[in-house]
């Protein structure tokens, strides 16, 4: 009886130890692809597209602020978004 639960064992921390293998494996292809997948979505015209919309938004969201904060008080430097210098106004 107790060579039986010896062998049982053995077969048990065996069976764990290839499961352990296996994710290892399985996760190391995935981040692979995943990453792969990335690099795929960063070199589309449409990532390099939205990337510019949102730095127009942001630029034109920093506009309407500084024209709200047109009404402060001359000195303040607290503003929150200043345009850059040389930009359109």
Do not use: N
């Not at 730095?55 to 506009?63: E, F, P």
């Amino acid at each position: 009886m107790a060579i039986v639960c010896a062998s049982q064992h053995k077969v048990k921390t065996y069976t764990k130890l290839a499961m352990s293998m296996r994710d290892g494996i399985f996760t190391t292809v995935a981040v692979a692809l995943s990453g792969v997948a990335l690099a795929g979505l960063l070199g589309t015209d449409a990532y390099s597209q939205a990337a510019g919309a949102e730095a127009r938004g942001l630029k034109a969201l920093s506009m309407q602020v500084e024209m709200r904060c047109d009404a402060c008080p001359q000195g303040k430097a607290d503003r929150w978004a200043v345009a850059p210098e040389g930009g359109k106004r």
